[in-house]
């Protein structure tokens, strides 16, 4: 509904949530930042963000630790993957819980993103 609103209408309304924007590999850990819409990033649901996964050299995903570094940044780390080759959010079957929101309660997008060397 907030989509219409937004797009069809031409209201002034946040109708999505945080999309990825770019991400780097930094001292082992991916730094992710999101488009600033909507506010800072928030979670739902939980203690702690869910959702995220890091790529082994190996190519195998392992369930990853995220935690946010600010409005619109968060790291993504596995104590195993020095060199993760990728990371995905929210993406097939494996993930039982995601929940990556802005302020305004709007889900975060799912994505896949390979990181270059």
Known sequence: AL??????YGESVQWQGPQFHEAEL???????RFNAEGGRLAWK???GLTG??????QGQWL???AEVLGAHELKVAHP???HPRAVRYAWGNK??????????GLPACTFVHRLSR
Do not use: C, D, M, T
Request: a negative charge; glycine letters at 8%.
């Open 63 to 65: 369930h990853a630790k």
């Open 26 to 32: 930094r001292e082992g850990a991916v730094v992710i």
């Open 95 to 104: 993930i039982p819980w995601a929940n990556l929101y802005n302020e305004q």
């Open 3 to 8: 989509a219409a609103r937004g797009v069809v």
């Open 52 to 57: 995220f996964e890091l790529q082994s050299e």
């Open 45 to 47: 649901h939980g203690q």
């Open 80 to 82: 195993e993957l020095k």
